[in-house]
């Protein structure tokens, strides 16, 4: 089963959230219906990610952008742990730092773009500059809106330099986020997650949405597609997640690099050795 199909936003077409099931789940029924083939998706996840990590011919960047309690840190957890911590990496960007505020919007991510071989996760990321600066007006529309199109020569570049990048748009509706609210409300070792902003942020419930369909609409294409997770089943949201990157990372044709020894001259050496107990 390959999900990309399913999930993808094409380019040049028009994002409806609305029209966006949260709750689809596929074939499967259940949870339990679907552990087999999480647990198959992590591993095979694994063995490429060793592979990448060997070669260093390619870089994968993973970006998940979504509301308040969408599962982004779930999902990090989810994909981090099928991976090899060497070759991983996992960043935030929230408030922009006032030395960043400085700089052009984009100066603060690129030190964090994954080398070749290495993973790169984006817990929110360089979107949140056409989302929440959107949203509550801190920047004027001639510039937030100039910043779709600096945005894609962007990720043209680090695809150009063997980057390839999965954007993910963890999508739940009003009513699961705030059931997950009041989850967390009553679980001590989540209440540290909650926020006076929370409540506050759910009146600009429709703005958000306006903004994350125009940032797909404009920023999903061939070279760094948009793809619409339903994440009200969190179950489905780790597995759809995990389907992407395996056929994703199965698509580089990874290989591990040729041995940069003379094997058999290892190999008798080892023998001596074992033999004179050295």
Not at 232 to 257: C, E, G, H, Y
Request: proline share 4%; with cysteine; charged share 30%.
């Amino acid at each position: 089963m390959d999900l990309r199909r399913k999930l993808i936003v094409k380019p040049g077409t028009t994002v409806r959230l609305k029209d966006v099931n949260a709750s689809y789940h596929a074939h499967y029924k259940t949870e339990h219906d679907a552990d087999k083939d999480i647990e198959e998706h992590q591993a095979r996840v694994s063995a490429y990610q060793q592979k990448l990590y060997a070669e260093k011919k390619h870089a994968l960047l993973i970006v998940l952008q979504g509301i308040d309690a969408a599962g982004k840190d779930g999902t990090c957890w989810h994909v981090m742990k099928a991976m090899n911590p060497q070759g991983t990496s996992v960043h935030g960007f929230k408030q922009p730092a006032e030395e960043e505020k400085l700089h052009d919007f984009l100066w603060r991510v690129h030190p964090y773009t994954p080398a070749r071989g290495q993973v790169s996760v984006f817990n929110r990321s360089h979107y949140e500059d056409v989302l929440v600066t959107r949203v509550h007006d801190l920047v004027p529309k001639k510039i937030w809106s100039n910043r779709y199109d600096l945005i894609n020569d962007f990720e043209k570049m680090l695809v150009a330099n063997n980057v390839t990048i999965l954007k993910f748009f963890l999508y739940i509706t009003p009513e699961e986020q705030l059931e997950r609210f009041r989850q967390r409300l009553n679980d001590p070792a989540r209440q540290w997650k909650i926020s006076d902003a929370d409540y506050k942020e759910r009146e600009y419930w429709d703005k958000y949405t306006a903004a994350y369909q125009d940032m797909m609409e404009k920023c999903s294409t061939k070279h760094a597609p948009w793809y619409i997770i339903p994440s009200n089943n969190k179950w489905f949201r780790n597995l759809a997640v995990s389907n992407i990157i395996w056929k994703t990372l199965q698509d580089m044709d990874l290989k591990f690099p040729e041995p940069t020894v003379d094997i058999e001259k290892i190999r008798k050496e080892y023998h001596h050795a074992k033999k004179e107990n050295i």
